[in-house]
């Protein structure tokens, strides 16, 4: 047996160092010293934009190969235990580690300049997502592409600012308080741009909408119903 150079742990023979941690110590140190001059630079500037990108994707290989969550059983047995762990400890409130922040407004210019123009997955992914996609009158809320119809002339910024002043400013569905929001034809009918007809929804909640269009009609026009009522009282 001999002792470990880092921890001074007793350690086979065999070995330099007891754990990955000791060994992560020497190596930054060894890095260190023989990379002074490329501290604190990125690769590009170290070895040029083609051979870091070469590199990077050899490291992605590599780590892909080596990493057993690339196991489909493996995967599995990692989300269900990650599901049961997440469901008896849910990261809710002050146990969430972005309670009580916000990001900075910098920070928020810098990740909307750095995702323009980006898709979230790549063209593969995107091509079986768009074959996997219900299109035309296949899918369930076609309506025989009324979307793709002009709005009325008179549906403009001024009558939209009035029915947002009318709502207070509030979603008519979750009571949001917010500038971004969208006016909602209630009965769905584009060329019906009365008043009755109109409702300011948040962004979240207008997406909602699109489904199950009947229950939301319903929904509106009871809205509506309650309000004149209260007017009138």
């Not at 009158?137 to 008179?154: D, K, L, M, Q, R």
């Amino acid at each position: 047996m001999k002792n470990c150079l880092i921890c001074n742990v007793e350690i086979p023979e065999n070995k330099k160092y007891c754990s990955r941690v000791c060994y992560n110590i020497v190596l930054k140190k060894n890095l260190e010293f023989r990379n002074k001059s490329n501290i604190g630079k990125r690769w590009e500037e170290i070895m040029g934009e083609s051979t870091a990108n070469d590199r990077r994707l050899r490291q992605s290989e590599k780590f892909k190969i080596n990493n057993p969550s690339s196991n489909p059983d493996v995967a599995k047995k990692i989300s269900e235990s990650l599901k049961k762990h997440r469901k008896l400890n849910p990261l809710t409130g002050d146990k969430n580690y972005f309670y009580g922040k916000k990001h900075s407004d910098e920070y928020k210019v810098g990740q909307s300049n750095k995702k323009k123009g980006k898709r979230s997955y790549n063209q593969e992914q995107f091509e079986r997502q768009n074959q996997n996609t219900l299109k035309g009158n296949e899918h369930p809320n076609w309506n025989g592409g009324t979307s793709n119809e002009p709005y009325p002339f008179e549906f403009n910024k001024v009558l939209k600012e009035n029915i947002k002043t009318r709502d207070g400013f509030k979603c008519g569905v979750c009571d949001k308080e917010t500038q971004k929001l969208a006016i909602h034809h209630i009965n769905y009918n584009k060329d019906n741009i009365e008043f009755d007809n109109l409702i300011s929804l948040c962004y979240s909640c207008h997406s909602k909408t699109n489904y199950n269009r009947e229950c939301w009609v319903e929904f509106f026009s009871k809205k509506n119903k309650q309000n004149k009522q209260n007017k009138i009282i």
